[in-house]
């Protein structure tokens, strides 16, 4: 009996002094959060967005609005390479983030397809927004004529067509010539392309608007 019972004994001290060592760890290091710069090991990242020859006269004129955000809110460097014809950013040592400079690239990418400098700057305001790009050819092969009158049908009398989507859509939407810019978040991009590939089907305005009223009431309900 005796034997049996010592083991026990010597558990429990051994158990009271495991406790005692716990209690004796050292406090946990705190280290501060990496700067944007460190994160990539000390290396300038850099991107470049190219200018089409189009909108080079409009990049002249936005210049300032598309340079003070950049540089003072979002910390990166911007210039325009006259030679190259592209805009380049890079990151500062005091850059907060590392995807800011992936978002101000979008930004700038974004008004070169056309968007205006007031839509395309909401890409630096929020996460959950994209720029999505397609052809007409993409959704049906349409040749002379009738490819005029399929870009007619996208934009309708003085653009009501094409507000009409954007206003109910909570999106942005570029024409041009044969290709389609949508900026938005990834579900009201989804609706404004279904609508705008049934235009270019053939499907009329107003039975569009009516299937458009009844997507964007279901999707009120949702949230």
């Given at each position: 009996?005796?034997?049996?019972?010592?083991?026990?004994?010597?558990?429990v001290?051994?158990?009271?002094?495991?406790?005692?060592?716990?209690?004796?760890?050292?406090?946990?290091?705190?280290?501060?959060?990496?700067?944007?710069?460190?994160?990539?090991?000390?290396?300038?990242?850099?991107?470049?967005?190219?200018?089409?020859s189009?909108?080079?006269?409009?990049?002249?004129?936005?210049?300032?609005?598309?340079?003070t955000?950049?540089?003072?809110?979002?910390?990166?460097?911007?210039?325009?390479?006259?030679?190259?014809?592209?805009?380049?950013?890079?990151?500062?040592?005091?850059?907060p983030?590392?995807?800011?400079?992936?978002?101000?690239?979008?930004f700038?990418?974004?008004?070169?397809?056309?968007?205006?400098?007031?839509?395309?700057?909401?890409?630096?305001?929020?996460?959950?927004?994209?720029?999505?790009?397609?052809?007409?050819?993409?959704?049906k092969?349409?040749?002379?004529?009738?490819?005029?009158?399929?870009?007619?049908?996208?934009?309708?009398?003085?653009g009501?067509?094409k507000?009409?989507?954007?206003?109910?859509?909570?999106?942005?939407?570029?024409?041009?010539?044969?290709?389609?810019?949508?900026?938005?978040?990834?579900?009201?991009?989804?609706?404004?392309?279904?609508?705008?590939?049934?235009?270019?089907?053939?499907?009329?305005?107003?039975?569009v608007?009516?299937k458009?009223?009844?997507?964007?009431?279901?999707?009120?309900?949702?949230?």
């Amino acid at each position: 009996m005796q034997s049996s019972e010592a083991p026990a004994s010597m558990e429990v001290e051994i158990a009271q002094q495991d406790k005692k060592s716990l209690g004796a760890l050292p406090s946990k290091p705190k280290f501060e959060p990496l700067k944007a710069h460190e994160m990539s090991g000390g290396q300038v990242q850099f991107r470049k967005v190219s200018v089409p020859s189009h909108r080079y006269s409009p990049l002249k004129k936005a210049w300032m609005e598309i340079y003070t955000p950049i540089y003072e809110q979002m910390k990166i460097d911007i210039r325009m390479n006259l030679k190259a014809r592209k805009v380049e950013l890079k990151t500062r040592s005091d850059t907060p983030d590392v995807s800011n400079l992936q978002k101000c690239a979008d930004f700038v990418h974004a008004f070169m397809l056309g968007f205006d400098v007031i839509d395309a700057i909401a890409l630096l305001r929020l996460d959950e927004l994209y720029v999505e790009s397609f052809e007409i050819k993409d959704v049906k092969t349409l040749r002379g004529e009738h490819l005029s009158r399929a870009i007619g049908r996208l934009s309708g009398k003085g653009g009501k067509t094409k507000f009409a989507i954007e206003n109910a859509t909570k999106t942005r939407i570029v024409i041009a010539d044969t290709k389609i810019h949508i900026l938005g978040s990834f579900q009201n991009i989804k609706v404004a392309r279904d609508s705008l590939c049934s235009l270019i089907l053939g499907s009329p305005a107003g039975k569009v608007y009516s299937k458009l009223r009844q997507v964007t009431a279901r999707l009120a309900e949702r949230f």
